[in-house]
């Protein structure tokens, strides 16, 4: 059935190119290579992973446009099967249509999508609306899609309606989707977002239930019933700009949080609550960001910068404008400890020294053609401590560009 779903969406897009021509396409790709070891080898075991994805925009007409986005993430090219097959996980991040209508004080985007559509948590729908920079946290970064982490999964199949204003830049959007966030049923999403983005003031916020659609009630086959529902919420802040002396930057968010109406409970898991607080520092020359986080194993998983689900990060660099190009060199520092959650900050007797994760991170980037090339060297210092020197170095090489 997906697969049916995902045809005729394919076929709807390019039917579309069809009736309207394709006036014009603006697109990203980018690419990483990962050069590490196999954390779950007692024994060095060297890792060549490769991280891309591919992002592009087909204007039909001033009012129709649609986009693709899709992510690949491979096991380790360094084995015999690398000159046959090797597995991959490939990921279909966002295919959408989007309809705009102009009204005397307000535009109204109207889009259908697959995948996640201006996820929470990525600063893509401040970006799209309002033609802001980005705003998203350093330490967020990942090659898999052109948004960094997401608070909750605002993923599926399903439509979403957004409302932006044209004298002040607000806006305020209703989505509805169908996912499988629940391990029995198809789930029913209802989300509400709002956002503004003021010279000094930046936020975007996003609300919703989902309610799974059982085929049993009471032991009997029904057509839906729903004995449950879940909720999830997120938030982004920026008090300031990227170019204050000082900022502060937030997220928030909680992810199926359940309700049972018959039970008259509420459960939050601590291990689906995000939270990150980042002050930073601007003195006209160079950047310092301090970084506290809690995040979900499941996001930390997919970023380049951390390793471990609680923790303090670091981050000074600085960028250098020359006559021909623009540099940034930088660094980060920081330590943490996997597998801690919100819950065990008390009593703090449940952390041992002996498991904190120290590293430093150089990187550099610059512009190179239409792209940039970034490099970045990771030094794991406990694995010195645990005796695994060959563990303890991670390079990362990745280059993105505009088509």
Same mark, same amino acid.
Request: hydrophobic letters at 40%.
């Given at each position: 059935?997906?697969?049916?779903?995902?045809?005729?969406i394919?076929?709807?897009?390019?039917?579309?190119?069809r009736v309207?021509g394709?006036?014009?396409?603006?697109?990203?790709?980018?690419?990483?290579?990962?050069?590490?070891?196999?954390?779950? *080898?007692?024994?060095?075991?060297?890792?060549?992973?490769?991280?891309?994805?591919?992002?592009?925009?087909?204007?039909?007409?001033?009012?129709?446009?649609?986009?693709?986005e899709?992510?690949?993430?491979?096991?380790? /090219?360094?084995?015999?099967?690398?000159?046959?097959?090797? +597995? *991959?996980?490939?990921?279909?991040?966002? /295919?959408s249509?989007?309809?705009?209508?102009?009204?005397?004080?307000?535009?109204?985007? /109207?889009?259908?999508? =697959?995948?996640?559509?201006?996820?929470?948590?990525?600063?893509?729908?401040?970006?799209?609306?309002?033609?802001?920079?980005?705003?998203?946290?350093?330490?967020?970064d990942?090659?898999?899609?052109t948004? &960094?982490? !997401?608070l909750?999964?605002?993923?599926?199949?399903?439509?979403?309606?957004?409302?932006?204003?044209?004298?002040?830049?607000?806006? !305020?959007?209703?989505?509805?989707?169908v996912?499988?966030?629940?391990?029995?049923?198809?789930?029913?999403n209802?989300?509400?977002?709002?956002?503004?983005?003021?010279?000094?003031?930046?936020?975007?916020?996003?609300?919703?239930l989902?309610?799974?659609?059982?085929?049993?009630?009471?032991?009997?086959?029904? =057509?839906?019933?729903?004995?449950?529902?879940?909720?999830?919420?997120?938030?982004?802040l920026?008090?300031?700009? &990227?170019?204050t002396? *000082?900022?502060?930057?937030?997220?928030?968010?909680?992810?199926?949080?359940?309700?049972?109406?018959?039970?008259?409970?509420?459960?939050?898991?601590?291990?689906t609550?995000?939270?990150l607080?980042?002050?930073?520092f601007?003195?006209?020359?160079?950047?310092?960001?301090?970084?506290?986080y809690?995040? +979900?194993?499941?996001?930390?998983?997919?970023?380049?910068? /951390?390793?471990?689900?609680m923790?303090?990060?670091?981050?000074?660099?600085?960028?250098?404008?020359?006559?021909?190009?623009?540099?940034?060199?930088?660094?980060h520092?920081g330590?943490?400890?996997?597998?801690?959650?919100?819950?065990?900050?008390?009593?703090?007797?449940?952390?041992?020294?002996?498991?904190l994760?120290?590293?430093?991170?150089?990187?550099?980037?610059?512009?190179?053609?239409?792209?940039?090339?970034?490099?970045?060297?990771? =030094?794991?210092?406990?694995?010195?401590?645990?005796?695994?020197?060959?563990?303890?170095?991670?390079?990362?090489?990745?280059?993105?560009?505009?088509?």
């Amino acid at each position: 059935m997906k697969k049916e779903f995902l045809v005729s969406i394919l076929l709807l897009v390019s039917a579309a190119s069809r009736v309207f021509g394709v006036t014009a396409f603006t697109g990203y790709a980018g690419g990483k290579l990962n050069q590490g070891a196999n954390e779950q *080898a007692d024994d060095y075991e060297g890792e060549l992973k490769l991280q891309a994805f591919f992002a592009g925009q087909f204007n039909f007409n001033q009012n129709v446009w649609s986009h693709l986005e899709f992510s690949i993430d491979t096991d380790n /090219l360094l084995t015999d099967e690398i000159f046959k097959k090797t +597995p *991959a996980q490939f990921r279909i991040d966002e /295919l959408s249509i989007t309809g705009k209508m102009t009204f005397t004080s307000i535009v109204n985007y /109207l889009s259908a999508f =697959i995948g996640m559509y201006d996820p929470i948590g990525s600063d893509i729908l401040l970006q799209r609306y309002f033609g802001i920079e980005g705003i998203a946290s350093k330490v967020t970064d990942s090659w898999l899609g052109t948004g &960094n982490s !997401i608070l909750y999964p605002q993923w599926g199949i399903g439509v979403a309606d957004v409302l932006k204003s044209y004298t002040l830049p607000t806006l !305020i959007g209703l989505y509805a989707y169908v996912n499988s966030e629940d391990p029995e049923y198809k789930v029913f999403n209802i989300d509400l977002r709002g956002a503004l983005s003021f010279h000094y003031f930046t936020m975007d916020l996003a609300a919703g239930l989902g309610a799974p659609l059982a085929d049993k009630s009471q032991g009997k086959d029904v =057509i839906v019933a729903i004995n449950k529902l879940y909720w999830h919420m997120g938030s982004t802040l920026l008090i300031g700009n &990227n170019y204050t002396a *000082a900022s502060l930057f937030s997220q928030l968010g909680i992810n199926n949080a359940s309700i049972e109406p018959k039970a008259n409970t509420m459960a939050v898991s601590p291990e689906t609550c995000y939270f990150l607080i980042e002050p930073r520092f601007y003195n006209g020359v160079g950047h310092t960001h301090v970084s506290l986080y809690i995040l +979900p194993k499941n996001t930390v998983s997919e970023l380049m910068i /951390l390793d471990d689900t609680m923790g303090i990060n670091l981050n000074i660099f600085q960028n250098v404008n020359t006559r021909n190009n623009l540099f940034t060199i930088g660094m980060h520092f920081g330590a943490g400890f996997d597998d801690k959650y919100i819950d065990d900050l008390l009593p703090p007797d449940s952390f041992n020294i002996s498991d904190l994760h120290a590293y430093v991170i150089p990187y550099f980037s610059t512009n190179i053609l239409a792209g940039s090339l970034n490099t970045a060297l990771k =030094i794991k210092f406990h694995e010195f401590v645990n005796k695994k020197p060959g563990k303890a170095f991670v390079i990362d090489l990745g280059y993105k560009c505009k088509l």
